[in-house]
């Protein structure tokens, strides 16, 4: 008798883990079905607030996720660091390829008003070359070790012009076109010309 009553409590047992396994299964089937959007016709739509991307080891190797001004995608390394980075809204938007210590060497920003700019950076992410847009025209500046800027090009309307700095910032060598027609000077630094052609 007790050997009876063993035996269909152990069938008892077994049927209850079947079945619970069942509702699990069915549970997550449900939850897949309403996370992919089955209840939708295909293709229709995928509304999600942060999507996370991993790769074989569990690591997460990509973010795409709404942010306070707009959304951002973000591409790591296999050290968790941040690679690449595009960020969209307002009233800046900005791309940024970044180093294996995630230091920022490549930088694209668009801010609303002001126009666009472009920022290749060093390992201590001083800025060495960028190209921006000026109130008077596009302009690139080539800058040294110190982040100093040592070259100047621009282009207005009447035309372009390049410019050799010091140390402190001053122009010590110009060369304009200006309505078609060039110039070339050399200054002191502090402003004072001390050759020029064609001269005035």
Do not use: Y
Not at 6 to 17: H, I, Q, V
Not at 26 to 34: D, E, F, G, R
Not at 46 to 75: F, K, Y
Not at 99 to 107: A, L
């Amino acid at each position: 008798m007790d050997h009876l009553l063993l035996t269909r409590l152990e069938a008892l047992e077994s049927a209850n883990r079947r079945w619970r396994r069942a509702c699990f299964a069915l549970v997550l089937s449900l939850a897949a079905w309403t996370i992919m959007g089955a209840s939708h016709p295909p293709g229709a739509e995928l509304i999600a607030r942060r999507l996370i991307l991993q790769d074989h080891l569990g690591q997460t190797r990509g973010t795409w996720e709404v942010t306070p001004d707009g959304c951002r995608l973000s591409l790591f390394t296999a050290a968790g660091t941040p690679a690449f980075v595009l960020s969209g809204g307002r009233p800046v938007s900005s791309l940024e390829v970044r180093d294996g210590s995630g230091t920022p060497r490549v930088e694209l920003v668009f801010r609303e008003g002001e126009g666009s700019a472009l920022w290749l950076r060093d390992a201590r992410r001083r800025a060495r070359f960028e190209v921006f847009e000026a109130g008077a025209g596009p302009m690139l500046t080539l800058r040294d070790a110190w982040s100093r800027k040592r070259l100047a090009m621009i282009v207005t309307e009447a035309g372009p012009g390049i410019s050799l700095l010091d140390s402190l910032g001053k122009s010590l060598l110009g060369l304009v076109v200006a309505s078609d027609s060039p110039s070339i000077g050399l200054t002191d630094g502090l402003g004072h010309i001390l050759w020029m052609a064609p001269t005035r």
